[in-house]
């Protein structure tokens, strides 16, 4: 590790083996808490490039807990995190809203490290255990639309940096690698990005995966679409810019999509926009965020048709109901 840090610290970037290689290693452990985090602060100060994200997804995957689903026709709805809004879950309740509008869903995520709730915190919060168990993931796929893969349980490398990454509280690479490490390797993704330069170095690697996606960024730095800004939306087809008053959405106020100080508070922002019972703004973001979720799914469909699908899914008690079954599945 210290001939990689040195290397670094003068302004170099790793191969893509070099960065493979330290993947692989932290997955084994080999490295204490101040070399991680020294090497995690590095990508603070520069952008990663291609190679070295490239290094990185293949030794997670290369290491990871794999998981056999029958999910061909499932897709992921995941932010990197890293935006510093502290948002309430609007993909995770996005994730509900598409299950209820009769898609099915495997999503990768984790507890919060830059932000106070992250998916994981808010699905534990309603008592959900996680599992590795394929039989019961296959089961609550099958019967609520969407099953939960709680990073840690499939890949050591995550598990390895989560005290550090929590300890550190800012945005680093693994922000980055979440999305792309997904242990079922679904074929569609809903990605939402921090930055433009991010959005287009996904845009590079996704064109080389074979995945239907979808990757979206708010032009106010939202790594969502957030209705409170116009937002980019590139996908396998091309990229465009929206406006929200374009797509049938009004403007949202920043402060309506505040997910609060605490995970309970987080939580219960999340229990009211699968209820019906929250503002206008926060269900919107969710509902937009389904739309494209469900765009991404059927590329045929029109987008105010894909928005009528959300929107009834939520105002039905549809998307209630998918996450209500989910909780009843996973929480033993």
Known sequence: ????????????????????????????????????????TVFLMRSITTEELAGFREAILERRVVVDLDCHDAIDI???????????????????????????????????????????????????????????????????????????????ALKSVGPVR????????????????????PRYQLLGVYNLKLARLYNYMYQ?????????????????????????????RGEGIYLPEEIGFGRVAEEELSGGNTVTEAAAI?????????TRGQEDCVIANAAFAIRTLRPGIALPDAIAEASEAL???RALRAFRKFVELNEK
């Open 1 to 40: 590790m210290k001939e990689l840090l040195y290397k670094m610290f003068g302004h170099k970037s790793l191969s893509k083996e070099e960065a493979k290689q330290v993947l692989l290693n932290i997955s084994d452990g080999r490295y204490n808490d101040s070399q991680l985090s020294a090497f995690m």
């Open 78 to 156: 995941v932010g990197t995190g890293g935006d510093g809004k502290n948002t309430f879950n609007i993909s995770t309740a996005a994730c509900f809203v598409v299950a209820g509008a009769g898609y099915r869903v495997v999503k990768h995520g984790n507890y919060g490290a830059s932000s106070v709730s992250g998916a994981s915190n808010v699905l534990e919060q309603h008592g959900v255990k996680f599992t590795g168990h394929s039989g019961r993931l296959q089961q609550s796929l099958e019967e609520s639309g969407v099953a939960y893969l709680h990073a840690p349980f499939f890949s050591p």
């Open 166 to 185: 929590r300890a550190l509280g800012v945005r680093t690479f693994f922000n980055m690698l979440g999305p792309l490490v997904n242990p079922v390797l």
């Open 208 to 236: 080389q995966s074979g995945v239907n996606y979808t990757i979206v960024h708010s032009l106010d730095g939202y790594d969502e679409v957030s209705l409170t800004s116009p937002f980019k939306a590139l996908n396998n």
């Open 270 to 278: 999340f229990d009211q926009v699968l209820a019906n019972e929250a």
């Open 315 to 317: 105002e039905s008690g």
